[in-house]
C-alpha cells in the first residue's frame, strides 16, 4: 500500500468513528439527562417534567439508531482497513469488544424496549428503574470502547510473545493511565454536547410558537448542565494533558509545535519554534510557558520533536485540532455566560431572548459536536504513526488496497453518513415543528 493509500485509510476510519461518536455523545448524555427527568417527575410538577421527558426521549430513540448503525462500519472496518491489527492485539482487544457489544445487546433486548414502549405497563418507579438500567447499559457499552482506546495508547497488563501480545493482569490493562481521562472526557464532553443541542432545539421551538412549561424547564435544565459539564471538561483537559506529557511525549511536543529538545518553550497557545520572535506569534510570547506540558527524560531535559525523526506525529493536523477543541471550549463558555446574563431575570426563560439571540444559541448547538470531532483528531491523528504502544504502526497493520479503491470507499462512505445526517436533521425538524404526537392508547402501550 502506497502513502497515499494509508493515510485515505486513516481519513476513512475516522470519518466512520467520528461520525459514530457524534451520535453516540448524544445517545450517552441523553441518556443521563432522561433520567434525571424521569427522576424529577416524582416532585410537584411532575407533566412539566414528564413533557421534557416525552419529548427528548424520542431524540434519544433517534440517536441511538444512528449510533448503532455507525458503529458496524467501525467494527467492519477493524478487519477491513486494519487487517493485521488483531492477529496481534485479538487476546486483548477481542474480549474487550464482545464485553462491548454484550451491553449494547443486553440492555437493547431487556430494558430499552421497555423504556420506549412500556411506561403506561409499569409503576413510575419501576420505569425511572428501567431507564438508570439503559443509561448504565449505555455508559459501559462506551467505557469499553473508551477502554480499547486508552489501551491501545498506553498498554499495560501485557506481555509481547512472539508478536502477540498476551494479556498477563486484566485489572493491569484496564489500569492503563490513560483510561480515567479518555473516559472522562467522553463523558463530560457528552453532556455538554447535550447541554447546547438541548439549549439550540429548545430556542428552535421558540421560533415556532410560545414554549411550554416543559421545554422551559429543558432549557433551564440545559444552562445548568452545560456550566457544570464544561467545569468537568476543564478539570479532565488539564489531567490529559499531565498524561500525554508523561506517557506520549511525542503528542505533547507536536501539541506545543516545540521542535527542539532542551529549549525552554516560550509560547502557550502558538507554536513554540525557538525562531519565532517577531509578528503576531512573538506579541503571543509567554517567556517559560508550557514546559509542564512537555515529557521530559531522565535528565528532566524537555523533549523536542526531533527526538522523534524516525516517528513523528502530524504536527499541524496535531497543533490544530488541539485548538480547534480550545477554540470550540472556550467559545461554548462564553455562550452560556452570556445565555445566563441574558435570561436570569426573567426566571431562565428563553422567550426573553430576541430572535437574533435564539438564532445564535440554535447556531451554537453545533459547538459540541466541533470539540468532540477536534478532540477525536488529536487523540488519534496525534499518537500516529503508532496505532498501539510504541510498537506497531499504522503500516505494519495495513490493508492490501489500492489508494483508488480506498478513496471509492470514503466517498462511499462519506456520502451514506450525509444522507443519515439529512435525514437526523429532516426529523428533528419536524419534531422540534409539531412536538410530541399524543398517541391513543392500545392495549396498554404508551
Known amino acids: 500500500m502506497t502513502h497515499s493509500a494509508l493515510s485515505l485509510s486513516q481519513a476513512q476510519f475516522f470519518l466512520s468513528l467520528g461520525f459514530m461518536l457524534l451520535f453516540l455523545a448524544l445517545e450517552l448524555g441523553l441518556s443521563w439527562v432522561l433520567f434525571y427527568f424521569r427522576v424529577k417527575t416524582f416532585g410537584s410538577r411532575h407533566h412539566a417534567w414528564m413533557g421534557a421527558y416525552r419529548f427528548w426521549v424520542r431524540i434519544f430513540a433517534l440517536a441511538f439508531i444512528l449510533s448503532f448503525a455507525a458503529s458496524m462500519p467501525v467494527l467492519i472496518q477493524f478487519g477491513s482497513v486494519w487487517p493485521g491489527l488483531m492477529e496481534q492485539v485479538g487476546d486483548v482487544v477481542g474480549p ?62 501485557v506481555d509481547v510473545l512472539e508478536g502477540h501480545y498476551v494479556v498477563v493482569d486484566w485489572l493491569a490493562v484496564l489500569a492503563t493511565p490513560a483510561l480515567p481521562w479518555y473516559g472522562g472526557l467522553l463523558l463530560a464532553g457528552s453532556l455538554l454536547t447535550v447541554a447546547f443541542f438541548m439549549l439550540g432545539v429548545s430556542c428552535a421551538q421558540t421560533m415556532q410558537r410560545p414554549v411550554t412549561d416543559s421545554e422551559r424547564l429543558a432549557f433551564r435544565t440545559a444552562l445548568f448542565l452545560g456550566v457544570g459539564a464544561w467545569c468537568v471538561q476543564l478539570f479532565m483537559v488539564v489531567g490529559n494533558g499531565f498524561m500525554t506529557a508523561e506517557h506520549q511525549p511525542a503528542k505533547a511536543a507536536a501539541t506545543a509545535a516545540y521542535w527542539h529538545s532542551g529549549v525552554q518553550p516560550d509560547l502557550l497557545f502558538a507554536a513554540a519554534s525557538p525562531g519565532v520572535q517577531e509578528g503576531v506569534l512573538g506579541a503571543l510570547r509567554w517567556s517559560h510557558a508550557g514546559g509542564r506540558w512537555l515529557g521530559q527524560d531522565a535528565d528532566g531535559v524537555l523533549i523536542g520533536l526531533d527526538r522523534f525523526a524516525h516517528a513523528l506525529p502530524p504536527v499541524a493536523l496535531t497543533f490544530w485540532s488541539f485548538r480547534l477543541a480550545v477554540l470550540a471550549g472556550v467559545l461554548m463558555l462564553l455562550v452560556l455566560g452570556w445565555a445566563l446574563l441574558r435570561t436570569r431575570r426573567y426566571g431562565l426563560d428563553p422567550h426573553s431572548l430576541s430572535y437574533r439571540s435564539r438564532q445564535v444559541l440554535v447556531g451554537a448547538s453545533v459547538l459540541g459536536w466541533v470539540m468532540l470531532l477536534a478532540g477525536a483528531a488529536y487523540v488519534l491523528f496525534g499518537f500516529a504513526p503508532y496505532l498501539v504502544g510504541s510498537d506497531i504502526t499504522l503500516a505494519q497493520v495495513q490493508g492490501s488496497n489500492s489508494a483508488a479503491t480506498v478513496a471509492l470507499g470514503l466517498l462511499a462512505y462519506g456520502l451514506v453518513y450525509a444522507l443519515c445526517m439529512v435525514g437526523f436533521l429532516q426529523m428533528l425538524r419536524h419534531v422540534v415543528r409539531f412536538g410530541v404526537v399524543p398517541v391513543a392508547r392500545h392495549r396498554g402501550r404508551a
Open 96 to 157: 474487550m469488544l464482545a464485553a462491548s457489544m454484550l451491553s449494547l445487546f443486553i440492555f437493547k433486548s431487556c430494558f430499552l424496549g421497555v423504556m420506549l414502549f412500556a411506561q403506561r405497563m409499569l409503576s413510575n418507579a419501576v420505569h425511572t428503574l428501567v431507564v438508570f438500567m439503559v443509561a448504565l447499559g449505555v455508559t459501559l457499552t462506551a467505557f469499553w470502547l473508551v477502554a480499547i482506546l486508552a489501551w491501545m495508547q498506553v498498554p499495560t497488563g
